[in-house]
């Protein structure tokens, strides 16, 4: 795919395995738009499958992250064009939430700026988010007369306090990014100038994790919060077997013998030394 001939998203690949992903409709404070939506389910497609890529940064070009769905591209051209707006529609909720949520991949959302409306979707999406001090959040769909749809009622629920989900639908009260923190609807907030360093050195910390166990562990997460005790010890238990199998650098049993064997692992202090195997990998690609 080549990501120079993209009109709506801009991606760079890093050499330490990050790609930063950034919504480009910075003139509009990059509202989504339909071809925005198309470009991206192509974009996370090629990147869950490019084995340069170890993390996923997802922000905005200009002024802000993400100030909701573009009304007029998205709603009122699309009124009376039901294949079209069809077609749209599958891919808002393919890349913001099915693709997203399951990228095999640690994905933050890096927030400035305005993040509103419908953008909470992929902010609940990335497993971290690292907001601005300054970064505006907001619901305003209550002051459209519509509610937030879209997903956007599930995973402010979800991923929220039920009182504080209430509060800010009901309102449209708008929050900075220090309360986004304190009610976590992000991992994290830090000053402005700040959040390109945060936000790398948090992607640069998971990119030298091991792989297989990252994405175990984001996929069971995830599942077990529906599941009832029991149905989670057994799915759980089978996740761990099936890492272990999946698991080309043998993440386990190299760490158990550099702590039990070698006394070169401290559980704690760091990573356990990952084989040449992994290292072989990062030079190949």
């Given amino acids: 795919m080549n990501f120079n001939e993209l009109k709506n998203v801009k991606v760079t690949i890093s050499d330490d395995g990050i790609a930063w992903v950034n919504l480009n409709r910075p003139d509009k404070r990059n509202a989504m738009s339909p071809d925005l939506h198309f470009e991206m389910v192509d974009v996370l497609k090629e990147l869950a499958e490019d084995p340069k890529v170890r993390v996923l ?77 300054e970064a505006l959040f907001g619901l305003s769909e209550v002051n459209w007369g519509i509610l937030p749809g879209g997903l956007v009622g599930k995973v402010i629920v979800d991923g929220l306090s039920y009182r504080d989900a209430v509060y800010y639908s009901m309102t449209g009260e708008q929050l900075d990014g220090k309360k986004a923190a304190e009610i976590k609807l992000v991992t994290q907030s830090v000053p402005g100038e700040q959040l390109r360093a945060r936000t790398e050195a948090l992607a640069q910390e998971l990119a030298k994790k091991n792989p297989q166990t990252l994405r175990t562990i984001k996929e069971s997460l995830r599942l ?48 356990y030394q990952r084989g040449a195997e992994e290292q072989g990998e990062k030079e190949a690609s």
């Fill in 57 to 133: 940064v997802l922000g905005g070009e200009g002024e802000s992250w993400c100030a909701g769905q573009d009304i007029k591209l998205f709603f009122r051209e699309l009124d009376d064009k039901p294949r079209e707006r069809h077609l749209a529609r599958l891919a808002n909720h393919e890349w913001r939430w099915t693709l997203l949520s399951s990228f095999p991949k640690p994905t933050i959302a890096m927030v400035h700026g305005y993040c509103f409306g419908g953008a909470f979707v992929q902010l609940f999406a990335c497993d971290f988010a690292i907001a601005a001090d």
């Fill in 224 to 271: 077990v919060r529906g599941m009832s005790v029991d149905q989670a010890a057994d799915y759980l238990l089978a996740k761990e077997r099936e890492m272990r199998f999946l698991d080309r650098e043998g993440g386990r049993e190299k760490a158990m013998t550099q702590f039990l064997d070698e006394k070169t692992y401290r559980p704690g202090y760091g990573e």
